[in-house]
């Protein structure tokens, strides 16, 4: 649906050339809730704004449902991008308007009838449970309420692409919560693909199905995110997945591990099998198991678990043990503990 290929894009400022982007490549498909997590300065914004053209690559390109957007004149551009919902950090509302008139917008710059943008404002209110708040000035809201008013604009004109740019990061966790939920809703209920740019894991966490990991203008890392989340390539990645996701040993466990004992790792999905797993390893190997940790999450309805165990017993033992753990339907991974 959307494909971003090899673009690069440099900036001249008075302090020299910023690489904003280092040949970028990412593809989001129909139905696709995209995540892009960078700190600040990765190149997020700009990535997100080659989509409706704000920005556009010196080079590389990017397409819209195999539309390349720099083949595009005026008048294709501004159908494209009716096709295309923004939602900003700092939401971009016009403050000393009501809540209907900040809404209709987009609809008037289209000169919609009157009675199709009441009606249509009317149902994107509802749609974001402020019914009440048509006659309401946008700088008498809280902050999620002027998240809900920018994402009912955002959706104003129908689009089949939602761009949200930090679309939480001015608000508090629990606001944070009832924004991403609703950005399910418009993913679910309407079909909409989303591509969103945070800098926060748990926005990742909680609801899109793929990442992408930027640092310094190139993606370093991407994919499924439970996949991308239980086993990190890249050590920004590692990072930024030990933010929302513990898979370290307690210090006084670590204390008291036996220094020759095998310490493995275990990630596995879905089904919580590690139970039959253990009791299988100590039944049938000459080997005694300790759990060392053990945490279970859940990625969007997806159990993503990890045992930490240490094996004790003889070598040859513990060897054939890890070996039968490894065709198991586990991701099995040797862990060096560093004693002091
Ligand atoms: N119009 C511009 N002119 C000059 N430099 C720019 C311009 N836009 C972005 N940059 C630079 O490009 C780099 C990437 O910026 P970008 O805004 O894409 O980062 P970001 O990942 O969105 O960061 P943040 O999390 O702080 O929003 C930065 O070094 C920024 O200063
Ligand atoms: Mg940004």
Redesign the pocket.
């Known amino acids: 649906m959307i494909k971003i290929q090899e673009a690069d ?1 440099v ?3 008075k302090n020299g050339a ?1 690489h ?2 280092d040949h970028v490549s990412l593809e989001v498909e129909k139905g696709d809730i995209f995540g892009v997590i ?12 080659l989509v409706n053209r704000l ?1 556009t690559p010196d080079t590389g390109k990017v397409f819209i449902d195999g539309v390349d957007l720099s083949a595009l004149n005026e008048k294709e551009l501004r159908k494209q991008r009716k096709e295309i919902g923004m939602v900003f950090q700092q939401f971009n509302l016009l403050e000393n308007q009501t809540v209907f008139h900040n809404i209709a917008i987009p609809l008037l710059l289209e000169h919609s009838d009157k009675s199709v943008i009441n009606k249509r404002v009317q149902e994107l209110l509802s749609f974001v449970e402020l019914e009440n708040k048509s006659d309401v000035y946008v700088s008498q809201l809280s902050g999620g309420q002027k998240q809900r008013i920018g994402i009912a604009r955002a959706l104003a004109t129908n689009p089949k692409i939602l761009l949200c ?2 679309a939480t990061s001015a608000l508090d966790p629990k606001t944070t919560e009832s924004i991403l939920q609703l950005l399910q809703k418009i993913n679910k209920e309407l079909g909409i693909t989303i591509l969103l ?1 945070t ?1 926060e894991m748990n926005v990742i966490k909680k609801i899109c199905n793929k990442v992408a990991v ?1 640092k310094e ?1 190139k993606v370093i890392e991407q994919g499924e995110t439970i996949k991308v989340f239980s086993k990190p390539q890249e050590a920004m990645t590692k990072d930024f997945v030990r933010t929302v996701i513990n898979s370290e040993i307690p210090e006084t466990i670590v204390e008291q591990i036996h220094p020759d004992a095998p310490v493995v790792k275990l990630t596995f999905f879905g089904e919580n099998a590690t139970q039959a797993l253990v009791s299988k390893i100590n039944k049938e190997f000459d080997v005694n198991t300790t759990i060392l940790f053990a945490s279970v999450n859940e990625l969007q309805g997806t159990i993503l678990g990890i045992i930490i165990l240490q094996l004790q017993g003889e070598k040859a033992e513990t060897d054939r043990a890890y070996s039968f753990l490894q065709t198991q339907d586990v991701e099995v991974e040797r862990i060096v503990i560093a004693h002091d």
């Open positions: 894009k900036f001249q400022t910023v904003a982007l960078g700190y600040s300065g990765a190149g997020k914004s700009t990535l997100i704004r920005e740019d930090e740019i800098h930027m203008g």
